[in-house]
């Protein structure tokens, strides 16, 4: 594919209209994945994988330090909340709760808490 934009601050315009856009279509695919995720027609992989690539886009887009630590609390947040659901049908014993469920979300939670905690760091320092 060619490109038709030569020029440097048309390029950054486009570059600024596909970061932005790629937030949105992420937070699509990461609600759309959650309500399947809570149908039970998704897999646990499929809702974390969805999450990352929204931190991802949001990490994209940040400019400032405070912008970047927002978009590591959302996703914490995100992480948190499935992992209680998740906690919950564990303690319960049902279908969805199994080991390998809970250790997963736990082991992603614990991940995005620790890049939240060094980010914090970081912005104190």
């Known amino acids: 594919m060619r490109w038709k934009i ?3 601050p048309a390029l950054e315009k486009r570059l600024k209209e596909l ?13 759309a994945l959650q309500a399947a995720f809570e149908a039970q027609t998704v897999t646990l992989f499929d809702l974390v994988n969805a999450a990352n690539r929204l931190k991802e886009a949001r990490l994209a887009v940040a400019s400032t330090p405070a912008q ?7 996703h914490l947040d995100l992480l948190r ?8 049908l564990y303690d319960a014993g049902t279908r969805g709760g199994e080991a ?3 250790t997963t979300v736990r082991r992603e939670r614990e991940s ?14």
Do not use: G
Not at 68 to 74: G, H, I, P, T
């Open 6 to 8: 030569k020029r440097a």
């Open 19 to 31: 970061l932005d856009e790629r937030v949105i279509t992420a937070e699509q695919a990461k609600d």
């Open 68 to 74: 970047e630590l927002d978009a590591l609390e959302k």
């Open 81 to 88: 909340s499935t992992e209680a659901m998740i906690k919950a």
């Open 100 to 102: 390998k469920e809970y």
């Open 112 to 125: 995005a808490e620790i890049a939240y905690i060094k980010a914090r760091l970081k912005q104190l320092r």
